[in-house]
Nanobody, 121 residues
Framework: QVQLVESGGGLVQAGGSLRLSCAASARTFRGNAMGWFRQAPGKEREFVAAISWSGGSTFHTDSVKGRFTICRDNAKNTLYLQMNSLQPEDTTVYYC??????????????WGQGTQVPVSS
């Protein structure tokens, strides 16, 4: 049973923008915080952004603050990551993730298949 499906990745030039989407099952999405992670080959997974169930509390890692924005549409069970001013160092695979509980803090244990975001210089 597929619970999280990412879309919106693709090749973009440096300075450009992309919006990633994550369609979630109601069971995974409703009442729970959600997050975005990224992982490049040979590197550790990086916690990029997260949002509480209500949307009132968010987290963005320092390297993306001011450029990326996480948001959610609870009526559509969909999570988004708006990425602006993309740089080559943002090139990697982005994963949508879910967890139990409304706070974005804690362990994420439901994962999407990932979407590639190559940024050309």
């Amino acid at each position: 049973q597929v619970q999280l499906v990412e879309s919106g990745g693709g090749l973009v030039q440096a300075g450009g923008s992309l919006r990633l989407s994550c369609a979630a099952s109601a069971r995974t999405f409703r009442g729970n915080a959600m997050g975005w992670f990224r992982q490049a080959p040979g590197k550790e997974r990086e916690f990029v952004a997260a949002i509480s169930w209500s949307g009132g509390s968010t987290f963005h890692t320092d390297s993306v603050k001011g450029r990326f924005t996480i948001c959610r549409d609870n009526a559509k069970n969909t999570l988004y990551l708006q990425m602006n001013s993309l740089q080559p160092e943002d090139t990697t695979v982005y994963y949508c993730a879910g967890k139990d509980g409304s706070s974005w803090r804690g362990l994420y244990d439901v994962w999407g298949q990932g979407t590639q975001v190559p940024v050309s210089s």
